[in-house]
C-alpha cells in the first residue's frame, strides 16, 4: 500500500507550520519593548536558546523510523498550538517567552523531520529535488510567516500574534489528526466508468 499524494503526504507538508516559526518573530518586538526593554544581544541570546529544539530532530528521526510518525506529528502540531498560548503567558515574564519558545521549536523541529521522512519515501532516488521543492515552500512560508507576524504586531499587538500562531498550529493539529488514507489496488468509486 502507498500513501496518495493529495491525501495525507501533501496534507502533512501543507498543512503544518510554514507559517508557525516565523511567527515567532516578533518575540524580538516584545522583548524590546515595556517590561523587558532588552537590547539586540539580549534578544539574540533567546534564539539560541530555541536552537536546543534541533536536539529533537535525531528522536523525530527514530520514533519515525519505528512507524510512530503520525503519534509524533500529532504531539508535534499540539506542542506549536500549545506553544503561543505559553508564549502570551511570556508577554511579561521572561521565563514563560523562553519556555514558549522552546516548546515552539521543539514542534516545529518534529514536524519538519517527519515532512521530509514521508516526502523522501514518495520516490527515494529524487531526494534532492524533493528537498529542493519541499526547502523553498518552506522558506516562503516562512517569509510570509514573518510578514504576517510582524504586521500583527504592528496593528494589533502581541494578543493577535499569539492568536494567529495558535490557529495555525490548530490547523496543522486537525490536519495532523485525520486518518491517513491509503490505495488499496481498487479504484475509487466514481473513478472509473462502468463496462
Known sequence: MRRKCGKPTCRCVNGETHESPALAFPVAFLL??????????????LGLAGAAGALCASVAGRLSDRGLARIERIG???SIAGSFGILWLGR?????AIVGVLVLDVGVQGVQVL???TLYELVPGARSRINGVYMTTYFIGGALGSAG??????????RTVCILG???????LTQAARPEQVESGRPESGNRAET
Open 32 to 45: 524590546s519593548d515595556a517590561p523587558f526593554r532588552y537590547g539586540d544581544s539580549a534578544i539574540g541570546l
Open 76 to 78: 508535534a502540531a499540539a
Open 92 to 96: 511579561s515574564s521572561i521565563v514563560l
Open 149 to 158: 507576524g510582524a504586521f500583527a504586531y504592528d496593528h494589533r499587538g502581541w
Open 166 to 172: 495558535a490557529a495555525l498550529g490548530l490547523v496543522a
Open 115 to 117: 515532512n521530509q521522512s
